[in-house]
């Protein structure tokens, strides 16, 4: 249980959700639904090599990451967007199979919190 609050701090989600738990849960699945393919669609973004492009992808994950206190994928994205600015895909292409594990590592945390 505590490997999950590296990956997703609920406390601090449920504050920010005024303890609301039901709407966390539907808005995190929602995130994980809009972003099933997150791997698939960060390959193709990478592979077209257009900075501000990457970067706007990132940022959005991002986002949408922070606002759910997923905070290792939020760095991770964070970084990303960082090196996309500066015009280094090759770091980008480099951390992409930690940004689609930490993903994957949301989902399984995503699973785990809807069986009670």
């Known amino acids: 249980m505590a490997e999950q609050f590296v990956t997703l701090d609920v406390d601090e989600a449920l504050q ?6 039901q ?9 994980l639904e809009l972003n099933a393919d997150v791997a698939g669609r960060a390959e193709d973004v990478v592979g ?23 905070k290792r994928l939020a760095a991770k994205s ?5 090196s996309a600015i500066k015009g ?14 930490l993903f994957a590592q949301l989902r399984a945390v995503a699973a785990d919190i809807g069986n009670p």
């Open 78 to 82: 964070g970084d990303l967007e960082h």
């Open 23 to 31: 709407i966390f849960s539907r808005l995190l699945l929602r995130f």
């Open 88 to 101: 280094d895909i090759d770091a980008v292409r480099a951390e992409l199979p930690v940004f689609t594990d």
């Open 48 to 70: 077209r090599g257009q900075r501000d492009e990457i970067a706007l992808f990132f940022h959005s994950i991002k986002g949408g990451a922070a606002n759910l206190s997923a």
């Open 16 to 21: 920010r959700f005024s303890g609301n738990r």
